[in-house]
Every structure is written in C-alpha cells, then in structure tokens.
C-alpha cells in the first residue's frame, strides 16, 4: 500500500488509534497494589454498610421522641442504662426515658433512633440530663445508609484512586479486578543517537526520546520495555521492530526526524504489517505514523523529544488509555491568555505556555528546543477550525 | 505532659509537622527510574545542547545573506555541495554563493547560518533555486542554544516528571540523585475494626484506613508499611508504634475513634515520645494527634475514613513532602459556589463538593458516610477566618 497517505486529522488520528487498541487480559491484584490499576470489573458492596446502626458522635443513644422540648433551662431527663463497648456485639437495648453512652461508631441498642452528643447531655449517677432535642435520625447513620449490599460503588473503567482503595476495603474488595498492565515496546532510532551514557559527538545527539516516551507511559500506567537505540537501517529497524512485538502489546518508535528516516520507520511498518496514518495536521508533530503489525499498534514518533511529547499527549495517551478500558484522564485549568496566538486553520496547534495568576503566556521559542518543556506548565491546544486565538480568550490549559 | 492540649489552627499544625519532618537520606537511582521522585540535587548540563548549530527542517543549510531578496519570481540560484548525513561527524562547509542539503536534526556546515526549507527550494541537477530569503539564524538552532554547559536545567526539590527525565537524559544525567523513599508504618486500632477479608459482625467494621492512608502515602511517593489492626489496649498498642519506630520514618495510627481510644493513642504517644498537637481546629478531623518518638513524627488519625482523608490532605501531605524535600502538589479548580456553605469562625471546615459545568456544589451528607467520597471531585477549605461562603462565590476546589 501506499507509504504516502494524505495528512488527516488528531481526531480521525485518534479514532484510528482507539480503533487498532488491542483488548487486553484483566486479572486479579491485592488490593494493597491495585493504586491507579483501573477496574475491569464492577465492585458492589458485599454487605449493608454501615452493617447496624451507629452513632457519628461521643453521647448518649436516645429515643428521640424522649428529648422533644428538652433545653439548657428544662433539660430532660433519662436513665442511662450503661455503655455500649466499642465493636462488641450486643449493643443491648434501651426503653423509653432510658438512654444508654455510645462512643462515636458505636452501634447503636435497640431502640434508640438518635444520638445526644456529650457537649449537650450531663451524667449525674445514673441519670442524665439532655439539654437540647434531637430528631430522629440525628447524629446516626443507619444500617446501609452508605451502601446497600449488592450496590455497585466502583465501576468498571474507574482508575482507583486513594479514596476508592479505601471504599474497596470498607466493602470487603479483598482483592480487585484490573486490567493487564500494556507493556510498551520503546524503540530509538536514527544514526546521529547516542546513548545517554555517551557524550555526543559533532552532529550526535542523546537518545531523551526514549526515557521520555518510557516516563510518559509509566505515568499512565503502562511499562516500558527498552529496545535501546537502532542505527537507520531497514533490516536493522524491522529486526528491533519485529523482536519488540514478540513481548509487548504496542510498539512505540521515536525518531526519524528526517524525511529519510521517517519513510523508513513507515517502511518497516509496511513490511510488518499496514500503515494507516502517516501524517497528522498537528503542530508539532505532524510526521507521525499509526500502524499495526501482527494485531498491534505499532506508532511512529517524531525525532525531536519536545514534538514527541506533544504526539504522546495528543494521541498515544488515547491509545493507552482505550488499551486499558478507561477515559484519558487531564489536569487542566482555565486561563487567561497573554497574548495572541497565531495559527494556520486545518492545523491543531499546541503551544506551550507559563501559567501565573491566571494568566497562559504562550512560550513560542523554536519547537525544537528542551527548554520550552522544562520552562512551561502545560499547552494550549488551537483548534484545526481555527485561525489563532486572541489576546485575553478563556483558554483550557492541558497541564503537563 | 498534659495530654490534653489546646485545639490548635490548622496553619499551626502544619507548621509543628514540618518542624518535625526528619531529614532522610538521598541516594543514586538510574534515570529511568527516576519518575516522581524528588531531586535532591541540581542538574546541570554537561555540555552544550545542542553541541552543533543544527536545522530544524528538512531543506539547505545556506548564508543567509545569498538568499537576500530571493522570490518566486526571482530565485537566488546556489551551488549544491552535497548532503549532510544525520549524526555524520563532520559536515563540511559551504561558501559564498553555495549550499547544503541537510535533513532536520542534521548539522550545519560550516559557514552557514541558516536553513531554507525543502518547500521553498527547488534542486535542479547541481543548483538550487531559492524561493524565498532567509535571515540569519533562521530555521536553525545553534550550539547552546537550549543549554549552555554547566547551567542549572533541573532544581532541587523538583519531583521528577516524564518531561523532565526526557530533558535530564538529553543532559547526560544517566543517573540522579534522589531523596530517599520516606517509610511510613500504618497502624490502624480499634475493638470494632475487622480485617478487609472478614465479614464485620455487629458492632464491627472493616480495616478502610490502613488501605486508604496506605494507597495515600503511595501517590506521594511514600512506602507504606502495614501493622495491621491492634486492640483498643494500651500495651498492645505501645508495642505496636515501637516496632514501627524500628523501621519506618514516620508512623500513622489510624482509629481510636471514639474519646477513650483517641485517649488511648495519645497516652501511647507521650510513653513514647512526646505529644505536641493533641486536637486541631479542623472539621472532620478535630481529633488529630500530632507527635514525635524516637525522632519520628507520629501522627493519630480520627477513626471514620471520611474524616482520616482530610487530616491526610490537610496536614500529613505537608508532613510527607518535608520529608521529600519538596513541595506540596495539589490539583486545583476554580469554580463557582451553587449552595452557601455554613461555616464556624475558628475553625477550617472541609467540604467535599461535585464540580459540574465549573459550578461547585457541596455534598452535605454526614461527614461519616464513605459514598460522599467517591461522589464527590474534591474539597473546599472554609478558612477559620470565616463564618461560611456564599453561594456564586469563586472558590477553589482541592481535586482530590
């Protein structure tokens, strides 16, 4: 087929990425390591939750009723008849004008259907004063108020965060089901890459694009597998090529930054297999290439490190994220922009920016300088529709 | 000591854990292993980046001024000395009147000092027309330009992000130096709490907090390490934190929810150690036990997930990010208020809100219910300050 496809669209791009997303196995992790795993199955609640009634206050159970009209100046008075232990099993029972101590989680006896908190009510022997009324249901959380058993609490496709691992323990998700973890073949190649370890020589160059690429999906939840650096040669790129779909469920390979090179990339992937994209009208990043070979992904990056990351971001993200059954997940920010940006309609442009006060400053140095990523806090992205934005426009920053 | 301190301002325990943060080792780590963690010192460029002037397009490394005045109409014509090859050591030179192929990446020869793209010049046997002038340094980055040797590209206290691993390799750093992973021993207490794999009996509940503050401490780039559930019992307890002082840089005891156990961890603590905060102006998370042993913070969580969540965001963070030497990182939000939120003066009040459509809106269930947290998108601080926030009010949401 054809090596030289017309440029399309970051949308159409990242149709076709989620399209040639492989399925992967899901399986089953402690709960202790399933921190941003994302779910590939529903949990429910195993059991009501809170499983009895309990009070949310250190106090006094009550029958709430008993406490109508109750104030610091007429109190009303109850006999307590005892305390409820902390996780003990009978919390007992409590009877009309008798009420009963419980600590803050505490079950609530039987009977009762509120909870004086201990600021308001006074023991004096065996008698207590309550001095302020309470409804029913105050100060309690009844039995399955939180979660009714069979309840789905996290859905499938949710990345678990801190907050749902403790929700997860609370309602017996022992261990959780996950998605399998994409393995993410990392391939560097063109003649002028050195490997970091080396000092460059004239016209030489560190290979960043790797660590880069292998940092990038590490933070969405993939692990790299490093092919290390390939010299620009067909056979060379098609047996590194080649060896990293053996092992891994995507194949990522950076550089290329010449038009000879990046024909090679695309050739090899030919070879392999089927390019579907070769060219995004995407700024920087246009000279990408979208293939699979043998059922899988196989994407073309940009040489430059600073266009790379705005491929990875653009577009690798939405594969990853479709390879693991959830949404892309962004931190962005509202922000006022500084300055103009100029742009070509039928184009999408990212362009770094500073945020400060509110306020995007377009960072517009070269692209193909690493400073720009180090200096800036996220891009902006100027639709294709668009012909630039404008001074002061509400703008959405994609924070790095 | 009297363990029955003054309740003390948020802003003031901050202040106490960051006084008694302990300064941890640093220590090597490869680079690509490097994502997250917190430079414990500079990195500076090795040498220059680029070390050669190179083109940032595929097209003819040219004088710049031979091309002065050059249109479609009326191209300059140059003399083609050959091609520069990609990480080839030397590139030649051109002169007066001639040029270079040079593909993106590739160096300058020298002599010149700009680039015309391929689309603007047209090879004609040995001669090249070009379309259109150039100015000097045009298309061309040159040696240094993005670093020059010894300048300081990564700080300190910076937490490694992919971007910055991918600038860090361009600059040599196969390795860094790196603070080390704080250790941090969870302990969670209670007669009422059950392992995540029973099934609670009445009275009971599930161990939430060890997970939840576990899966906490990871997201920060912390270790948890876990001591599971311990009796309500002082001794038990005690021999508890102190097997955990053995080992860990700072250890949480979570629970204790009810007065006599929060007692109970604050009796253990001053055995130990010393109590310094023993109650923080703070809803949910009056409660709070802020301590040292050993050198060690100890720090006692309230016993209600819900609640333990926001002491985690509220203080520990600040504690966890001391120990890393850095910062601490919160996603936040502008929105606007779409319900007041009451407030008391005196003390910080923790609200956790949904944000739809940039509007905010506070979910009021009772602070002890664990659905609030996976409904909610995060929290608004009341400042101590105020007596409650008014509806349309611009706040900030700390995204959890």
């Given at each position: 087929?054809?090596?030289?496809l ?14 040639i ?21 529903d ?9 009895f ?25 109850l ?11 009978d ?10 101590y ?11 259907d ?41 859905e499938r ?10 929700v ?37 160059v ?13 933070e ?35 550089g ?23 060219g ?42 479709a ?9 962005t920010?509202?922000a ?9 309609r ?37 639709p294709a529709s ?15």
């Amino acid at each position: 087929m054809s090596l030289f496809l017309s440029v399309v669209s970051v949308g159409k791009a990242v149709e076709v990425v989620r399209g040639i997303a492989p399925p992967l196995e899901s399986g089953d992790v402690p709960l202790e390591n399933a921190l941003h795993r994302v779910l590939a199955e529903d949990i429910r609640a195993d059991i009501d939750i809170p499983g009895f009634d309990r009070s949310t206050v250190d106090g006094y159970a009550v029958i709430a009723t008993d406490t109508t009209g109750a104030s610091e100046a007429i109190p009303a008075m109850l006999s307590c008849q005892g305390r409820v232990g902390m996780g003990s099993a009978d919390a007992g029972s409590i009877t009309p004008g008798s009420c009963c101590y419980v600590p803050t989680g505490g079950a609530l006896p039987r009977g009762a259907d509120a909870a004086v908190m201990i600021e308001h009510a006074e023991q004096i022997g065996d008698d207590v004063l309550v001095h302020r009324s309470v409804a029913p249901g105050e100060n309690v959380i009844t039995r399955g108020e939180d979660f009714r058993a069979g309840t789905v609490v996290l859905e499938r496709g949710r990345v678990l965060s801190p907050r749902d691992i403790g929700v997860a323990a609370a309602i017996g998700a022992d261990r959780v089901t996950v998605a399998a973890v994409p393995r993410v073949g990392i391939i560097s190649t063109g003649n002028e890459v050195v490997p970091v370890t080396a000092t460059p020589g004239p016209g030489e160059v560190r290979d960043a694009n790797s660590y880069l690429a292998g940092a990038f999906v590490t933070e969405r939840g993939c692990r790299p597998v490093y092919f290390g650096i390939v010299r620009d040669e067909r056979e060379a790129l098609k047996a590194a090529v080649s060896s990293a779909l053996d092992t891994c469920d995507v194949v990522l390979v950076s550089g290329g930054s010449s038009k000879d090179e990046r024909d090679n990339t695309a050739a090899v992937v030919a070879d392999l297999g089927e390019v579907l994209v070769h060219g995004v009208a995407l700024a920087p990043g246009k000279p990408t290439i979208i293939g699979t070979a043998r059922g899988r992904p196989v994407i073309g990056l940009p040489g430059h490190p600073a266009s790379t990351f705005v491929v990875l971001v653009a577009i690798v993200d939405h594969l990853l994220a479709a390879m693991r059954g959830t949404a892309v997940s962004r931190r962005t920010l509202s922000a006022r922009l500084k300055q103009n940006i100029p742009s070509t309609r039928g184009r999408e442009d990212y362009v770094r920016v500073s945020v400060r006060d509110g306020e995007a400053v377009p960072i517009f140095g070269k692209s193909g300088l690493l400073n720009t990523l180090v200096q800036s806090d996220g891009i902006v992205r100027v639709p294709a529709s668009s012909e630039g934005l404008e001074v002061g426009e509400e703008v959405e920053v994609i924070l790095w």
